[in-house]
């Protein structure tokens, strides 16, 4: 599994990119509890559920099932006009 990051979340995980070859999250909610785990600095911001996630290039607001060869981004919300 190869998890993204952008803008300010790589700054707190330190890292552009991560490569999960084993245990990776079964889904969303799982997800969070690993990155709150590994990055204890984005645990307000996952609790606050201010995070989006794009699995395979797709904005997506559930809590899908996740699958080892999927690409998930991890990036804020995004402002603009």
């Given at each position: 599994m190869k998890i993204k990051y952008f803008?300010?979340?790589?700054?707190?995980?330190?890292?552009d990119v991560e490569i999960l070859n084993s245990n990776y999250?079964?889904?969303?909610?799982?997800?969070?509890?690993?990155?709150?785990?590994?990055?204890?600095?984005?645990?307000?911001?996952i609790s606050k559920d201010i995070l989006r996630y794009a699995i395979n290039m797709e904005y997506n607001s559930k809590n899908p099932s996740l699958q080892e060869n999927d690409e998930i981004a991890v990036f804020p919300p995004v402002s603009g006009g």
């Open positions: 803008a300010w979340i790589k700054d707190i995980t330190k890292k999250p079964k889904n969303i909610e799982e997800l969070k509890k690993y990155l709150t785990l590994m990055y204890p600095s984005l645990e307000k911001h």
